[in-house]
């Protein structure tokens, strides 16, 4: 409820954001940004060893967002964004946690989180043509997890998607061109908790074994992202 309740809030604040202006502002253009990017996993999130809970294998994604900016003083803005990310699960992951070396056959599918952010952000002018800014923001982090089904030498496994939140952080630092084209760095993070099943079936002539196992695991989703975008 309290994630829920949370969510809530934020979605809340998005919608009074864009309705209503900032009150006592000396500028009244809002700006509304579109980007893409890549998104590098850091930390327990990128790790490929299996052996470790918390890893989650993630490999190099991508990133597709949206921004509104709405002005409060001179330099200073209140951002609220929606990112979208996807990290396909590392082949390295799945090597470790099967212990085979052989090609893997099938589908790996992929991380998958939304993240609907809201914060403040200050931009200042370094000459007529570029403005650098710096920002962070607190929001929600919704992920659903692989769902890989595929085989890999005498092993094939597979793993039910699931879903889950948490609280996230985002703090970003870039400079923009021309009062239009953006470039930008972007750390985002939240450690969410899952449950899902995971099937393993070992088969070689004469022998098969089939292991079930129920997994509840915080997977913390960090992400470097680095970002081009244009805002109008």
């Known amino acids: 409820m309290v994630r829920i309740s949370l969510a809530l809030a934020v979605v809340g604040l998005i919608v009074l954001l864009i309705s209503e202006p900032a009150m006592g502002q ?14 590098l996993p850091n930390g327990d999130f990128g790790s490929t060893n299996a052996n470790s809970d918390n890893s989650g294998g993630a490999a190099t994604g991508f990133s597709v967002g949206a921004d509104v900016g709405v002005p409060v003083a001179k330099g200073l803005s209140w951002w609220t964004s929606f990112y979208f990310v996807s990290n396909a699960l590392s082949e390295d ?54 769902e890989p089904s595929a085989t890999q030498g ?41 449950k899902y099943k995971v099937t393993t079936v070992y088969s070689v002539p004469g022998f098969t074994s089939t292991t079930y196992w129920n997994r509840e695991v915080d997977h913390p989703a960090s992400l470097l992202q680095f970002v081009v975008g244009v805002q109008f």
């Open 93 to 146: 992951y799945v090597k470790s946690a099967t212990g085979e070396t052989s090609a893997i056959t099938g589908e790996l599918s992929s991380w998958t989180t939304i993240w609907p952010m809201t914060g403040i952000r200050y931009a200042a002018a370094v000459s007529d043509q570029i403005d650098l800014f710096g920002g962070a923001q607190v929001g929600m982090l919704f992920g659903t997890t692989p």
């Open 26 to 39: 000396t500028e009244s253009k809002i700006d509304f940004g579109i980007n893409v990017g890549l998104a």
């Open 154 to 194: 005498p092993v094939r496994f597979s793993a039910e998607s699931a879903s889950s939140s948490a609280v996230a952080f985002s703090f970003t630092g870039g400079l923009i061109l021309n009062d239009r084209f953006t470039g930008s760095i972007r750390y985002m993070t939240g450690q969410p908790t899952y």
